[in-house]
């Protein structure tokens, strides 16, 4: 009786709370129906309904976003996070920017959700690099963070926060190797950290199946005892390697890749002091199916014979890109030999010869045999000029170069005021104006005033070479030139019929009878000039735009499209302060007494061009009739306002 009068009870409280569960439900699915008899008798509401705000979820549409798309917006915020080069952890830095804190930002952006969160792990891990400290204001505050160890100790020795980030990554990792591990397929470490960690680097990479790259020890390129473990682990776990390097010592590991069971996929190999028999060398290559990329330094083996042709031993395989680098026994010839095959000749995009046997002067040839070439630099020291006698060398001549580095310096052997390089530099300007070079966007050379030579005018003479004339004005436009306003050159004075007043022997004769070189020549494209001196340390650069056909010859004619030279070179021309138009700048012209007045804006302000006078100078009629010049001469502090001032003044 006593558990039954319980049972009633528990049944009655039970009974008494689904009610008000039932009274709390009863609301809310009232609300709903009478939501769905709406809808059911106003269709039109269909268009502006909003389930998700309804049932109180937020809907957002950069959270449905595809996964491609995801990541692609994940790659901006962490840039290096897509870094695919084969390049080490310093030279692939990031300029500008703080790769500490763009990790911070994708790590933060993986939080927001669980679809985000698979897209920033997928970036996170695909390239990994640690860096030692950040590029930015930041690292001041953590640096004075690590070094106060305690409330009493505020001069601790700070902790080394590359290896500890190295430590975290490495157990990171093997703590899910299946997941994360896999992910990996670049991993770049400072020098200082791969040289000193290599019992934690070997842990690491062991999870790691699919790397591709990674920064290692520089003893275990040279087979150093010390990194025989290392390197046995990075042969077993890492078989997709795609860089291996090889410097002197490993000559004998460098011949195990003939067997083609150790890194059979590697695409750039790099040499440094290697010294073995050319024969192997060249059977290492051929077994080598996936090589695109070499980099030979300081290599005595390598001479012409290695790229010839030979019927016993393999053919040298075709590359992409080929970097040379004190190899002096390697000449134009062997290059010509290599580059005669086909499949050479179509592969070969990117070549760079430093202190080689490639001379500058046969240039010319390896050009005219490299069809499918986008990138070529040679470095060399010279200790004569360039040849000017006997057979003419032809110019340079390639239809798919885009980037020159043309750097071409004085030996230390040679005199300073020699000028050994002019002639080269010559040349170079020569063949830009020949045309043969269509596709030339940029060009760096060691000769600062290199720019100079691609001008469309000829330099200006020295005053002692003819007498100087003070610039006109418009008080004195009647004096010099009764004849009105043309630009036409006078028959007496002009270009066309210069004055003799030299002598037969002087050696301004030649400079004032015509124009001399390719002063008065055109470019035919837009290049970016980079310059750098001896003393130097980064590099200028400078933009040459091409003249119009008819006016660019330094003068003041109009090209093809009604504009004048200066509007289609990008670089103004005035012709104010030349008496003479048709002189130039050469004797008896004058000299230019205008400036090069900048617009606020990246540009400069066009120069007058309409209605010159025959002097440069530009009038006007004013109301009455009467001739104003619009450049009135200087006049004391009690002229016009300073804001009613011309700004070329």
Same mark, same amino acid.
């Given at each position: ?145 690590? #070094? ?53 680097? *070997? ?196 239809? *798919? ?9 004085? +030996?230390?052997?040679? +005199? ?19 045309? /043969? ?78 124009? #001399? ?41 109009? /090209? ?45 302000? +066009? ?11 530009? +009038? ?30």
């Amino acid at each position: 009786m006593k558990f039954a009068a319980m049972k009633f009870f528990r049944r009655s409280k039970k009974s008494a709370s689904e009610s008000r569960s039932s009274s709390k439900k009863s609301p809310q699915a009232y609300d709903d129906i009478e939501r769905d008899k709406y809808r059911l008798y106003n269709p039109r509401h269909d268009q502006h309904y909003n389930y998700a705000a309804e049932r109180g979820r937020i809907f957002a549409p950069w959270l449905e976003l595809p996964t491609p798309i995801l990541e692609r917006v994940f790659a901006f915020v962490c840039p290096h996070s897509c870094d695919k080069s084969y390049e080490t952890c310093e030279q692939s830095a990031v300029e500008d920017a703080c790769m500490l804190c763009d990790l911070r930002d994708l790590a933060h952006a993986g939080q927001v959700c669980k679809r985000w969160r698979r897209s920033a792990i997928n970036l996170m891990y695909h390239s990994i690099r640690i860096d030692s400290v950040h590029y930015c204001e930041r690292e001041i505050d953590l640096s004075e963070r690590r #070094r106060r160890k305690s409330r009493f100790d505020r001069n601790g020795v700070p902790e080394d926060p590359a290896s500890a980030r190295l430590h975290l990554l490495c157990r990171t990792l093997r703590d899910d190797p299946t997941r994360l591990g896999k992910l990996v397929q670049y991993f770049k470490t400072p020098y200082m950290l791969r040289e000193s960690s290599a019992p934690i680097l *070997a842990r690491t990479i062991a999870v790691l199946p699919n790397l591709k790259y990674v920064d290692l020890p520089e003893g275990l390129f040279m087979d150093d005892p010390v990194h025989h473990t290392l390197k046995l682990e990075v042969q077993a776990r890492c078989p997709g390697l795609r860089k291996m390097t090889y410097l002197a010592g490993s000559e004998r590991s460098l011949e195990a890749l003939s067997r083609g069971n150790v890194w059979p996929g590697l695409e750039v190999l790099e040499l440094g002091r290697i010294n073995m028999d050319p024969a192997i060398f060249r059977r290492v290559l051929a077994s080598m199916q996936h090589l695109r990329a070499l980099k030979a330094s300081d290599c005595r083996m390598l001479d012409d014979d290695i790229f010839r042709n030979n019927d016993v031993l393999p053919a040298f395989p075709p590359l992409e890109e080929l970097v040379l680098t004190d190899v002096p026994r390697v000449t134009a010839d062997g290059l010509v030999a290599y580059l005669s095959r086909d499949d050479a000749k179509h592969s070969l995009k990117v070549l760079s010869l430093s202190n080689t046997g490639v001379h500058p002067k046969a240039l010319h040839d390896v050009l005219a045999n490299a069809p499918r070439l986008v990138t070529l630099s040679i470095t060399e020291q010279v200790d004569s000029p360039f040849p000017s006698h006997g057979v003419p060398i032809p110019p340079l001549s390639n239809w *798919a170069l885009e980037t020159l580095r043309y750097e071409i310096t004085a +030996s230390p052997a040679t +005199s300073t005021y020699a000028s050994t390089t002019a002639g080269y530099y010559n040349y170079l300007a020569s063949s830009l104006f020949a045309g /043969g070079l269509p596709r030339l966007a940029a060009i760096y050379v060691r000769d600062q005033s290199f720019p100079d030579l691609l001008i469309g005018l000829p330099p200006p003479m020295p005053g002692f070479a003819g007498s100087p004339q003070r610039p006109s004005s418009a008080g004195s436009t009647g004096m010099f030139n009764a004849g009105g306003g043309s630009l036409s050159p006078s028959s007496t004075g002009g270009y066309n019929n210069p004055t003799p007043r030299f002598s037969s022997n002087n050696p301004f004769a030649s400079a004032f009878n015509g124009p #001399r070189g390719p002063g008065m020549l055109s470019l035919n494209q837009t290049l970016e000039i980079f310059t750098k001196g001896d003393d130097d340390l980064d590099w200028g650069s400078t933009r040459m735009d091409p003249f119009d056909a008819l006016g660019g010859s330094g003068g003041r004619g109009r /090209g093809r499209h009604g504009r004048t030279a200066s509007s289609a070179s990008g670089r103004p021309l005035s012709s104010y302060g030349l008496s003479n138009i048709g002189a130039g700048w050469q004797a008896g012209g004058g000299a230019r007494m205008s400036i090069i007045q900048g617009d606020g804006h990246g540009g400069f302000l +066009s120069v007058p061009g309409e209605n010159m006078g025959g002097h440069g100078r530009k +009038s006007s009629a004013s109301s009455f009739g009467q001739a104003r010049d619009e450049w009135p001469r200087p006049s004391s502090s009690q002229g016009p306002k300073k804001g009613d001032r011309d700004l070329w003044r």
